[in-house]
């Protein structure tokens, strides 16, 4: 059983980074995916309906600014995969035989062979399935988090530098969600 994985959010000043998990059965019409970040938002809503009723399981998980500080970004995504492949093989547990396809360059730590594949989320249809699953769950938290935190504008921005929330940072400081261990510059 083939499982793609792959993460949303590394970039950001504030969020969690979330990971996507997926595996997709040999009828799910794969040409229709993409990479998310190639994906109009209308289209990557579609296709994460698509992906959460067709696919053989799927799951994602968010490891949240707290431990992305204390841990660093690139173990938090990689965790952040670990935990939502185990959040599928729960789905299928009479699976035995596994392989995880991770986008990147280094895989996640879990206790079944997994590739790590540069640039998976354009190659490998499970992996852009987990892609899309990984960015459509993060972009929901951020439009939740502007309701709570206003004055941040992450609807704008979902949380990534740009400079128009870098100001808003320098100008009324943190908030809760914020990752206190990436730099404003």
Not at 27 to 54: A, H, N, T, W
Request: proline share 8%; aromatic share 6%.
């Amino acid at each position: 059983m083939i499982c793609g994985l792959d993460e949303a959010g590394c970039g950001p000043l504030a969020g969690p980074v979330t990971a996507g998990a997926a595996v997709l059965p040999p009828d799910f019409p794969v040409g229709l995916l993409r990479d998310s970040k190639q994906l109009s938002e209308k289209k990557r809503l579609l296709l994460y309906d698509l992906i959460c009723e067709r696919a053989a399981a799927q799951a994602t998980a968010f490891i949240w600014p707290e431990e992305i500080d204390r841990i660093n970004i690139r173990q938090a995504a990689l965790k952040a995969m670990a935990e939502a492949f185990d959040r599928v093989r729960k789905q299928l547990p009479d699976v035995t035989e596994w392989r995880c396809l991770a986008d990147g360059n280094q895989v996640p730590p879990v206790a079944v062979p997994c590739t790590a594949v540069v640039k998976g989320d354009r190659l490998i249809p499970e992996i852009m399935a987990a892609s899309i699953l990984a960015k459509t769950e993060r972009d929901r938290y951020m439009l939740e988090a502007d309701k709570l935190y206003p004055e941040y504008g992450f609807r704008r921005h979902k949380g990534y530098p740009t400079a128009e929330h870098r100001e808003i940072c320098k100008k009324i400081g943190l908030s809760p969600i914020h990752r206190r261990s990436f730099r404003l510059r």
